[in-house]
């Protein structure tokens, strides 16, 4: 839903360039070294059902030449989104959690290293009076 604006808050960070070094929701054959971001979806707890909170999923695709350099990368992501808060979009992004830590999956098809790690955070709408 929002990996756009993830993506925006992860180059400010210093993690790349949007449509340069930086994708949403595919992964271009180039550049060699790309992080990338999909949206997910996930749950939404029973106790959130009645309010305008609703939980989603990101994941974070690293790909790098070098192995050490994605895991390096991935990490450094990793510790800048975990327990992130903030407003991204008009919503207030919450609850910011790993789903699975970063993990190599191995190498593509031109033997690029890839590193991954799924997140689930919560959105509440601006000006909600219900917040948990």
Not at 3 to 13: C, D, I, N, S
Not at 57 to 78: D, F, M, P, V, Y
């Amino acid at each position: 839903m929002i990996a756009e604006e993830f993506a925006g808050y992860l180059a400010q960070k210093g993690h790349g360039t949007l449509d340069v070094d930086i994708s949403i929701d595919f992964q271009p054959d180039q550049p060699d070294n790309l992080l990338s971001l999909y949206n997910e979806s996930a749950p939404v707890p029973a106790e959130s059902q009645s309010l305008a909170v609703d939980q989603y999923g990101l994941q974070i695709l690293i790909r790098n030449e070098a192995n050490a350099t994605a895991q390096s990368k991935l990490e450094e992501i990793h510790r800048d989104l975990v327990g992130f808060s903030g407003i991204l979009n008009g919503y207030e992004v919450t609850d910011l959690n790993v789903v699975t830590p970063p993990s190599r999956i191995g190498r593509d098809e031109h033997n690029r290293a890839e590193w991954t790690a799924h997140y689930r955070y919560r959105l509440i709408s601006e000006g909600n009076q219900f917040r948990s």
